[in-house]
């Protein structure tokens, strides 16, 4: 209501009640003259003589009407005083509903999560509310279980505070009923106080996979039984009872603690619910662990070679596997386990699936040392057929495997601390440096090699590759966007490998370059470069090495 609707409203009540007193005037008047006409015309006192048998007749006695004229009277100031009270408190109402109209800000009494913000505007009162909060939220809120304590961090699950809709919420108290409700509301507020908790949000998903993962540190957590594979066989670990975090009630733990600001920087106690692990099922565990072999095969459009997977499975039937599990106080099982080879492994596979030679090498070596032609031979065919996929790392010494006499090695000269002596696998280091070169000509990425202590007599210097079991390792990796194939030879003195795969559009020639930088009367000094060109020009010079080397 507008100041001018309430000064016309204060004018009509002030004509409205001079009305009133004029007519009050004029009835009062007239009594007064009904009051006179009566006196005249009553007569106050009747005395009678006495009769002739000595009896008085009783005297007549009129009351006068002062006391109603009296009470006529008092009851008018009544009504008067009665209507401008009336009055008052209409004109108080008017102005105090005229003012909560105008007024724009929030009603006294109204409070956000603690903080006054009586007659406030709304931006002031997010403001100071949003202050407060930010002041008084820490970092991460500490949980508890026993001596076990951990933190989670607020930010990272999310923790906010709906200060806008709070602020709404305050701003409406009085103005959403009729006019008496809201005057009403404004009262109330007034004289009692009024506190408004924003509501929190936070991310639940988050703080659930964080208690999830609280629940497997707990010191007395629950243990489930669990399976790995160690060599040929599975071991499975028994469970034991333990404890789990009840999610929901720690979440609402947390949000507890969180919107009370006191006791925010206290540990928040983890609800835990006991609970017994799992039986073992050995039939689930088989289906996990059993696969099937897969062959070897390749597409030539477009071209593509599919390795070959070995399959596993347990070494006993499923009734032995449980009968293996059935002790119930033992802490660990053992099942045998078994490899299933394919019908067609990759090695299998025909050079049709590799159509292009990408490199070749070769050396020679003495037909008439015997031994040491076995150990070339025996290394060699272990390499035979290899396929190496895109990516993937070739080890010298996992393929090839250790040098005993149960694989077939023989003795034959190697070098041992400057000396030529026998020793079991000799001979073997020309396998690999035969196969080094043809790595490099393939332009396939050497991500191990060493040199000899000796520069080796079947390649120059630079251009060896040693192996020890267990020690030294000679590896490449298959940088193509294409598989691999490596085919090897020992046979009439001559060591060779081949490399085949497909060729691609941005192929090099590969040259090598090597040659010694110096000589001492101990050392030899010698490096190598491998050489990039396209079509017979230098693109590129890179150096595989720089060697040194003992003098015979």
Avoid at 270 to 283: H, N, R
Avoid at 330 to 336: H, K, N, Q, R
């Amino acid at each position: 209501m507008s100041t001018k609707q309430i000064e016309k409203e204060l004018e009509k009540n002030n004509k409205e009640l001079e009305k009133n007193l004029k007519k009050e005037e004029n009835s009062k008047k007239i009594e007064e003259k009904n009051d006179e006409a009566i006196q005249e015309v009553t007569p106050i006192k009747e005395e009678v003589k006495p009769t002739s048998d000595n009896s008085e007749e009783p005297i007549q006695e009129f009351k006068p009407v002062e006391n109603e004229k009296k009470k006529r009277s008092a009851l008018s100031i009544f009504g008067i005083l009665i209507f401008i009270i009336i009055t008052i408190l209409v004109i108080a109402f008017l102005i105090f509903t005229g003012y909560n109209a105008l007024n724009q800000n929030i009603v006294s009494g109204v409070h956000i999560k603690g903080i006054d913000v009586s007659n406030m505007s709304k931006s002031d009162a997010k403001y100071q509310v949003e202050n407060y909060i930010n002041s008084s939220l820490p970092e991460e809120i500490t949980l508890k279980h026993g001596d076990y304590q951990t933190t989670i961090s607020l930010s990272q699950i999310g923790v906010s505070f709906d200060v806008k809709n709070a602020v709404n919420n305050a701003y409406n108290v009085g103005r959403q009923g009729n006019l008496f409700q809201n005057n009403f509301y404004v009262l109330s507020t007034m004289f009692g106080k009024v506190n408004i908790e924003p509501s929190l949000n936070l991310d639940e998903e988050q703080l659930t996979q964080n208690l999830n993962e609280i629940s497997t540190q707990l010191p007395d957590k629950v243990v489930e039984s669990s399976y790995y594979i160690d060599g040929n066989n599975l071991i499975i670990t028994n469970g034991k009872e333990g404890n789990v975090v009840d999610v929901q009630a720690t979440i609402e733990a947390i949000k507890s603690a969180i919107s009370n600001f006191s006791t925010i920087n206290e540990p928040v106690e983890i609800a835990v619910t006991p609970q017994t692990p799992q039986a073992i099922d050995i039939d689930k565990i088989h289906s996990e662990i059993y696969k099937e072999p897969k062959d070897a095969y390749y597409t030539q459009n477009p071209f593509s070679v599919y390795p070959s997977e070995n399959g596993l499975d347990f070494n006993v039937s499923i009734d032995e596997a449980k009968n293996i599990i059935s002790d119930p106080n033992a802490t660990e099982y053992t099942i045998p386990l078994k490899t299933l080879y394919p019908n067609v492994t990759t090695n299998m596979i025909g050079t049709e699936a590799f159509p292009d030679l990408l490199s070749q090498f070769s050396t020679k070596y003495s037909t008439r040392d015997r031994d040491r032609t076995t150990n070339l031979q025996l290394a060699a065919n272990k390499i035979n057929g290899t396929v190496l996929m895109p990516g993937e790392t070739f080890s010298y010494n996992k393929v090839v495997g250790e040098r005993t006499i149960a694989a077939g090695y023989k003795e034959a000269p190697i070098y041992v601390s400057g000396e030529v002596v026998d020793g079991l696998g000799g001979g073997i280091c020309q396998i690999t440096s035969t196969l080094y070169n043809a790595v490099v000509y393939a332009n396939l990425e050497v991500t191990q090699r060493s040199n000899h202590q000796f520069v080796p007599s079947y390649v120059t210097a630079s251009r060896d590759a040693t192996v020890v079991y267990g020690s030294i390792d000679f590896q490449f990796k298959n940088n193509r966007n294409y598989p691999i194939k490596i085919t090897c030879s020992v046979s009439g003195g001559v060591a060779q490998f081949q490399i085949f795969g497909m060729k691609q559009d941005d192929d090099y020639d590969v040259e090598i370059l090597s040659y010694e930088t110096g000589r001492t009367a101990t050392a030899i000094y010698s490096e190598a470069y491998k050489i990039l060109k396209r079509d017979g020009k230098e693109v590129s010079r890179i150096l595989l090495s720089k060697d040194t080397y003992k003098r015979h």
